[in-house]
């Protein structure tokens, strides 16, 4: 990835969490000067703080969230405060400050009930607290900063740093003869350091010019079921995928309801950035697997050991 002399300085929040310790990788190979601020460093709901950290910014790519799906069912108004509340008050701080956002969202603000991929104008809906949460953020970014904010939802996220299904299934190979996995519900498993680079990718296109404010979708291409990735994860790490058995959403019953359909379209890379969308859902799951982490993981479990 090149850089030019327009990358300037920039801020990524949520730093400690697994896509922002991506993004915060990528910036620094490709050498660009950025600073990572965890949830420790940095009080997203504080709007003083919030100024004071997009000071001299250019680009603020936003993995600050509040993750727990399940427990926003019981604290919405502690979820919303954190992606809701507090991204209208850094969607705020970046307009005064003239600099562009990148907040990433999610496939929850819409109501899954689709039969075709969702388009980036696609009627929200949101099922579950966790979206409507997510839906309060949206609506900040793309009020406040029409042309410099760029909401991107993701959906399916796995990666090295930090718990994931993925992980979770190796890790459950090397203690379990066969697996019970969802198969109806159908989505875009995503990679997040492949995400990572279209973040980086996005912020570089909005320096110059390139890029229209607004949303894009931020999975991979292609589409499965929990039970599919499950299987295609199995079997790239040298592990037999029949030990993946089908079961139903009514076998794992949660406080939040899941969406079933969250496969989203891809329009907006190219037609608003001139960017091409993440590559297919098995292509970024074969690179994945190659990482340290997860071939650790793999040989842990053809070993037959928790990793």
Known sequence: MSTNSLAGRWLVTGAGGMLGQDVLTVLKRARIEAVGL???DLDITDPAAVRAAVEGVTVVVNCAA???VDGAETAEEAA???NGTAVRVLAEACADAHVRLIHV????VLPGDAAE???EDAETGPVNAYGRSKLVGEQAVTELLPQDGYVVRTAWLYGEHGPNFVATMLKLA???DTLDVVDDQHGQPTWSYALARHLVELGLAA???WAMGGIYHGTASGRTTWMGLARETYRLSGLDPERIRPTTSEAFVRPAVRPAFSVLAHDAWKEEAGLEPLPDW???LTQALATPGFAALAKAARDGRAG
């Open 174 to 176: 090397a203690q379990r």
């Open 105 to 108: 969202s999610t496939d929850y």
């Open 38 to 40: 965890r949830r420790t």
């Open 80 to 82: 919303t405060a954190v």
């Open 117 to 119: 991929p969702y388009r």
């Open 282 to 284: 098995r292509e970024q």
């Open 207 to 209: 320096l110059k010019g």
């Open 66 to 68: 509040w993750t727990d």
